[in-house]
């Protein structure tokens, strides 16, 4: 297999192929978003006979862990043509893509899945659901009356991205640092628009939303993201959609940490009821779509700092990702035997201590209980995690964490 680092010169129009060989290009217009978002970041090919067959596309960002800001690298493109699948060029060219971006510093790395199974062999643990919640705009209890907005087009992507980077943090939140990131999603958007305020230092844009549709008459209206940094401007942002109740009947948007959206819908189970089945739908779905793995065991537990007694284990981590990995790649993952303190200052020695408590796991499983996604005792049912019954219990009071939300679609 040859990797190298993608050449725009010589592979725009193989990767232009693959991407519609896949469905992700439909139209001449939208190779120009793609071309933006393909130099945000790192770019991989993998190529047959000279000509690029696999693309895999990585971006610098930032995690939110509790109240800290971590370095972390999101896997944005996964895509293989048509001649090249079966051939092991997905996992091999997204594990040496894996392995320079945490040799770089990325602490975490994590992608959303075409489907569950496929990137846990590169030690990928499954995030929380998500939920996608549609709703009658005209439904909705805001007790407040929105200002008239500014009207946002794509041409405004500069102040969008800062406005985005300034959002309210919240636990497992991402902010991809290069413009291109929002500057493409603002160009790819059909009959795309936003509405925001320039509330912010110096008129910067404080709280906005960006959508995308397809029925522009009656909707749905797809609510692509929402920024805001107070709990009034999110009020806000949703007196907006409310407005929009006369024309729109439905608006689709994730549900934001920390809020139950049912709470602001007049009667929802009624109204559910009355358009099962039909284009105007309404309803919760709830997916688990995106998976994270941590990349550097030190850094994150030196990251880490929980409101609990200090608990000590030996750890057993496994990491299969270096199987993926050709033998020069100087990072193999970080699998191993360790001793880990957690508590209000966490970190961990190499080796192990036969006084202490084992706790056996999947760099994927231990991520999932370190991002608060899922709890060591459910891990220890489903996942790659066994240990004493007691520690179970000990470490699901130690990451008894908020619910961690990307809130950037990835």
Known sequence: MTFRIYDPERDKEAVHRIWYEIGWLEKKEEEKAMDLFVTGGRAMVAEIDGAAECLVLSTPGTIRYMDRTLPFAGVTGVTTSRIARKQGFASRLTAHVIALDAAEGALVSGLGMFEQGFYNQLGMGTGGYEHRVSFDPARLRVPIKARVPRRITADDWEMVHASRLARIPVHGALNF???????????????????????????????????????????????????????????????????????????????????????????????????????????????????????????????????????????RLSDPIGCFLDADVPWRGVGGEYVVTLGAESGLEVGADPSLPTLDASVGAFTRMWLGARPASGLAVTDDLTGPEGLLRALDRAFCLPDPKPDWDF
């Open 177 to 315: 640092t290069p413009l291109q990131c929002t500057h493409s999603e603002m160009m790819w958007a059909r009959n795309g628009f936003g509405l925001g305020y320039c509330d912010g230092p110096d008129g910067a844009l404080s709280h906005h939303l960006w959508c995308h549709v397809r029925d522009v008459g009656h909707g749905p209206y797809n609510v692509l993201w929402m920024s805001y940094r107070t709990r009034e401007q999110f009020l806000e942002l949703m007196a907006l959609l409310k407005n929009l109740g006369d024309q729109v009947r439905v608006v689709r948007m994730c549900e934001p940490a920390g809020i139950q959206l049912q709470d602001m819908i007049e009667q929802p189970f009624q109204r559910e009821q009355i358009s099962a089945k039909t284009s105007f739908e309404t309803g919760v779905r709830a997916k688990a779509y995106w998976q994270m793995r941590i990349c550097d065991l030190e850094g994150c537990l030196s990251q880490t700092h929980l409101c609990c007694a200090p608990l000590r284990f030996t750890l």
